[in-house]
């Protein structure tokens, strides 16, 4: 279910109610209006669609009208409109939202594939949007067109699960793949290359930069070897050319997702459970 803490995670307090499915695993945020929240599922085989808070948490509502089917994977916020969101949703491709969850609209012309992970607005240039797909690459999506366009020179990765912009440089993303790595590109997504540095990890669930720290960024893996040597969190210092283990006070090392506030609070969710530190 849903968990709500007021203290930075000290202390938690269900908030569940209206929930029509308890498995949430993605999360957004209006940055306009932390009270309005949405959730997907994230599970391919819980069809729940997205849920909705407008009150901080206190009640959900289901937010489904157009989507088809409704095992929605990823939702990501317009920053400069939070009213206008993306969805992905596994077998049934993008779509988009121009009111707040209100009506969707499949918005997936010139993706090669209804199958996804992630539909990511870009930070420093909010006019992109990359979506990683399952089998298919990385697509993106400039303002005021409608066709997805391949974005995926030099990335030898067939399935992307996670990217990130660079808040303070527009040219500068990451994209995290399960058993191909980390790739970085520094033209704007246009053309990317593998990085190796430090990095003994090839699946990788998460990357996120630091928000007030220029350069820093974190990645959450899984180990290989299930919960063996090589997983966990890594920290880079470089804008993700080189990595080093950040694992202290981990009891695994299989981590499932990652999230850095503006306050330098690091939040880990891993198989054992959630853990935070401060950066």
């Known amino acids: 279910g849903m968990f709500k803490s007021k203290d930075v995670g000290k202390f938690w307090e269900t908030a569940s109610t209206g929930l029509s499915a308890l498995n949430v695993g993605r999360l957004a945020v209006d940055p306009w209006n932390p009270d309005v929240v949405y959730a ?130 527009g040219n500068a993303w990451l994209a995290g793949a399960p058993e191909a790595g980390l790739f970085k590109s520094t033209d704007g997504a246009k053309s990317w290359r593998k990085v190796t540095k430090g990095l003994m990890v090839s699946d990788i669930y998460r990357v996120v930069y630091h928000p007030k720290k220029p350069g820093v960024v974190y990645l959450g893996s899984k180990s290989a070897a299930g919960n063996g040597p090589g997983g966990g969190v890594f920290r880079s210092t470089d804008g993700g050319e080189s990595w080093a283990p950040d694992n202290a006070g981990l009891p695994s090392l299989n981590v499932q997702d990652l999230a850095v506030t503006s306050t330098g609070l690091i939040y880990v969710g891993t198989d054992s459970g959630l853990f935070y530190k401060q950066d």
């Open 40 to 169: 997907a599922p994230a599970y391919i085989n819980i069809p729940s669609g997205i849920q909705k808070t407008s009150d901080g948490a206190k009640t959900w509502t289901a937010k489904n009208k157009g989507l088809d089917p409704l095992t929605a994977m990823w939702i990501e916020l317009d920053r400069s409109n939070p009213a206008t969101a993306y969805t992905i949703v596994w077998g049934g491709g993008i779509y988009r939202t121009y009111n707040g969850g209100d009506d969707w609209e499949k918005a997936s012309d010139g993706l090669p594939g209804l199958n996804g992970y992630c539909v990511v607005h870009g930070e420093a240039d909010p006019k992109v949007w990359l979506a990683g797909l399952d089998g298919s690459g990385l697509y993106r999506l400039d303002e005021g067109a409608d066709r997805w366009v391949e974005s995926k020179k030099g990335l030898t990765a067939s399935s992307i699960w996670h990217l990130a912009q660079d808040p303070n440089d």
